[in-house]
């Protein structure tokens, strides 16, 4: 059974940092494009970040650029996302998902997803 | 504003029918693959459509899938009161580099 499970979120304040991980079961992690997608209260699905599955350089949506890392380690079956300079517009609950080949998300067919981990930014 | 254009919300009785477009551009919808996503508050988003018209194993035949040009259709039939949920529409755009959401659509089902 394929299992995503975010941790790491937690209530820090504007200029802080986090680190999120996303811990893989059930399906070859290397094979697979990663990403993290966000969704701010009372707010729609938001894309942040992709991966491929040989780990090359990501893609980010402009708002984080230059603030935020995605990485992964598929040793350990490991997605992250190293948040720096958080502001509270980056107040969210932070989701993992999965796509189905190891280059590509055909388009965005995020296929599994996680239970998301929640990432407050507040002083 | 999100990239993809989705009507707020939409409603029907139970029994009905419903559709919610998802309007977009030469670079994102005209041009990749439309999934589709019923979110519901405190869950994982769950994959309901893919490659504009395909199910995954375990998404019954009322919902389907359409795209035209530049813009998609999601359709669900027989409306159960568990319908109820959030709908996104989702795709790469090419100029942004990004992957991008519709803002999602709330569906009553009276």
């Known amino acids: 059974e394929v299992q995503l499970l975010e941790s790491g979120g937690g209530l820090v304040q504007p200029g802080g940092s986090l680190r999120l991980s996303c811990v893989a079961s059930g399906f070859t992690f290397s094979d697979h494009v990663m990403n993290w997608v966000r969704q701010a209260p009372g707010k729609g699905l938001e894309w942040v970040s992709l991966i491929y599955g040989r780990a090359q350089a990501g893609h980010y949506i402009d708002p984080v650029k230059g603030r935020f890392t995605i990485s992964r380690d598929n040793s350990k079956n490991t997605l992250f996302l190293q948040m720096n300079n958080l502001r509270a517009e980056d107040t969210a609950v932070y989701y993992c998902a999965r796509c189905p080949s190891i280059d590509s998300c055909h388009g965005f067919r995020g296929d599994y997803w996680g239970q998301g981990a929640l990432v407050t930014v507040s002083s | 504003q999100s990239v993809l254009t989705q009507p707020p919300s939409v409603s029907a009785a139970p029994g009905q029918k419903v559709t919610i477009s998802c309007s977009g551009s030469i670079s994102n919808v005209g041009r990749e693959f439309v999934s589709w996503y019923q979110h519901l508050p405190g869950t994982a988003p769950k994959l309901i459509i893919y490659?504009?018209?395909k199910r995954p194993s375990g998404i019954p035949d009322r919902f389907s899938g359409s795209k035209s040009g530049t813009s998609a259709t999601l359709g669900i039939t027989g409306l159960q009161t568990g319908d109820e949920a959030a709908y996104y529409c989702g795709t790469w755009d090419h100029s942004l580099n990004a992957g991008v959401f519709g803002g999602g659509t709330k569906l009553t089902v009276l």
């Open positions: 490659d504009n018209n």
